[in-house]
Nanobody, 123 residues
Framework: QVKLVESGGGSVQPGGSLRLSCAASGFTLDYRYIAWFRQAPGKEREAVSCIGRNGGMVYYGGPVSGRTAISRDNANNTVYLQMNSLKPEDTAVYYC????????????????WGQGTQVTVSS
């Protein structure tokens, strides 16, 4: 059974950091493009970052630009999203997703999704 499971979310103060994890089971991440999206209440799901099969990284422009780093650990079948200098507007549910074709910002292109992990930034 193909499954993506996010973890690492939580509540942090502004300026804090979090590292989110996306662990895959039922398939190997090596040959997949893995993206992180986020969705705040009342807003559309937006792409944050994506990592390609060869490790190439894509950071989508927007509020989180310059404050995130995506990486993958193929041995552990896990992709990470490091987020720094967090702001209240970063509060959202963060999802990881997978597709076989390319890194894209369109959530409709992704086939497999995790259940999401909540990130709350508040003082």
């Amino acid at each position: 059974q193909v499954k993506l499971v996010e973890s690492g979310g939580g509540s942090v103060q502004p300026g804090g950091s979090l590292r989110l994890s996306c662990a895959a089971s039922g398939f190997t991440l090596d040959y997949r493009y893995i993206a992180w999206f986020r969705q705040a209440p009342g807003k559309e799901r937006e792409a944050v970052s994506c990592i390609g099969r060869n490790g190439g990284m894509v950071y989508y422009g927007g509020p989180v630009s310059g404050r995130t780093a995506i990486s993958r650990d193929n041995a552990n079948n896990t992709v990470y999203l490091q987020m720094n200098s967090l702001k209240p507007e970063d509060t959202a549910v963060y999802y990881c997703a997978s597709q076989a074709r390319a890194c894209t910002a369109n959530y409709g292109d992704y086939v497999f999704w995790g259940q999401g992990t909540q990130v709350t930034v508040s003082s």
